[in-house]
Each structure stands twice: as structure tokens, then as C-alpha cells.
């Protein structure tokens, strides 16, 4: 457990990986403070960075936590599985400053391989985006099931915000299940949601999406609402909804 915590003017602020042999690793984050990124010769800095490989079973909690991602950072928390792992992921009541970022200074989580992945990002506040505020990605035969609730993302207020407020991407073969619930938006150059129920065009997954509740906060020159590419893959009806 990592609790009262300030990380400066360090790489890879934290990092962690979990390998075999298949026992429960938890990694928990509370009340952490992520700012003043070295870039350490590359811009792929990520406030937090875990993953999950091969066959083992990990959790990482972050909670209350913030992450100032200066222009030597790319995420605020990056995590990953890939293997035939068991990760469990809950990020909760956490501010994202992302003005100042390299890349989206955001969230990004790809579930690949054959992991199977249980995903919460609930409460938060994505400040400033520039780029994709929440991306959960399902790819290869990945099993995930992932809740987006209660979130504010907020993008940075110009005609250059060039990201979506939440974008979820079914590939290949395997199974997503999605609840995109309650969640805020402002200020986004592009839809508030995407989803993509089939990146490829030769793959057999499935995306079983739900959208409710949420609420669209625009200026007239944002198209807001949600774009759905189902490739004839949603297993729900879902449609295009703009601003109003």
C-alpha cells in the first residue's frame, strides 16, 4: 500500500508489474501525489503504470489521488493485461490535471491477450484534456467487464482538443461488457462517447454496451453527444445523440 505519498521530478512515478506465479498481488494507491515528471529521455512518463502479464492475478486500487501531468508526461495512470491473467482495476475519487501534458495526461487501460479484466473508474475529475479522457480498450480474445460511472472530463476549451470524452474499443475476438453511467462532459472538441463495438473487420467479439444518465454540458461549436461504430457487432441498439 502506497498512502500519503508525493512523487516529484521522478520517471515512471509508480510502476508496477505482476508475473507468475499465480497468487494475488495488491497494489493499492491512496491519497498520492503525482506531479513535475522527469522525462528521462523519452515522453512516455505515466504518473502510474501497472500491468499484468502471463498467468498471474493482480488488483490495483487508486484512490483519492492526483496526477499533475506536466509536458514530460503522456497519462496520468496507464495499466495494462496481457497473458492469460486475472486483473482487477478500480480508480475512484481522483483528480487528473491534464493542461500541461505531453499526450492525454489521462486514463488508459487495454485489456489484451487472453487476460479477463474487472475495470471501475468511478468519481473522478478529468481536468483540461487535450486528448481521450477515459480509454478502456478490449482487444484480442480479452474478456472485460468494465464500469465508467460518476466521472466529471472536462477537455481543455479550445478548437484544438482533438479526443473523445470516453472511448471503449471492442477488437477481435473477445468480450466486452459496458456500463457508461451518470458521467459529465464539457469542452471537448469531439463526441463526449465512442464506442466501437469492432475495430477489425474479420474478428467475432462482442461488445454489450449500456449508456444512461449521462450529461452533456457544450458549446455550440462542440458536436457532443455519442458516436457509435457498431460494424453490426453492438449488442444493444445504440445511436448517435447530439447536444443539445
Known amino acids: 500500500m502506497i498512502e500519503d505519498v508525493q512523487f516529484i521530478d521522478i520517471n515512471e512515478q509508480v510502476s508496477h508489474t505482476s508475473t507468475p506465479p499465480p497468487m494475488m498481488e495488491r ?13 528521462h529521455l523519452s515522453f512516455t512518463v505515466s504518473g502510474l503504470f501497472a500491468e499484468s502479464q502471463d498467468a498471474s492475478v493482480m488488483g490495483l486500487v487508486v484512490d483519492d489521488s492526483t496526477f499533475d501531468v506536466n509536458a514530460n508526461g503522456a497519462l496520468g495512470v496507464l495499466a495494462n493485461s496481457v497473458g492469460t491473467n486475472s486483473f482487477s482495476i478500480t480508480l475512484q475519487a481522483s483528480t487528473f490535471n491534464a493542461l ?27 481536468n483540461d484534456a487535450g486528448l481521450i479522457g477515459i480509454l478502456v480498450n478490449n482487444d484480442d480474445n480479452a474478456t472485460s467487464t468494465v464500469t465508467i460511472s460518476g466521472n466529471s472530463i472536462e477537455g481543455d476549451g ?30 471537448l472538441g469531439l463526441d463526449h462517447i465512442r464506442v466501437n463495438a469492432r475495430d477489425t473487420t474479420d474478428g467475432s467479439g462482442l461488445l454489450n454496451a449500456t449508456i444512461t444518465n449521462n450529461v452533456d454540458r457544450c458549446a455550440d461549436r462542440y458536436p457532443g453527444g455519442y458516436q457509435c461504430d457498431d460494424r453490426g457487432r453492438f449488442q444493444h441498439d445504440l445511436c448517435r445523440r447530439t447536444c443539445e
Do not use: H, P, W
Request: charged letters at 15%.
Open 158 to 187: 479550445t478548437q484544438s482538443q482533438n479526443g473523445y470524452g470516453i472511448q471503449a474499443r471492442q477488437d477481435e475476438d473477445g468480450t466486452y461488457t459496458l456500463l457508461i453511467d451518470n458521467n459529465t462532459f464539457a469542452g
Open 27 to 39: 497494489v493499492m494507491c491512496s491519497r498520492c501525489d503525482s506531479k513535475n515528471f522527469d522525462n
Open 100 to 126: 500541461n501534458a505531453f499526450g492525454a495526461g489521462t486514463i488508459q487501460i487495454i485489456n489484451a491477450s487472453d487476460s479477463t479484466s474487472d475495470v471501475m473508474i468511478t468519481g473522478n475529475d478529468i
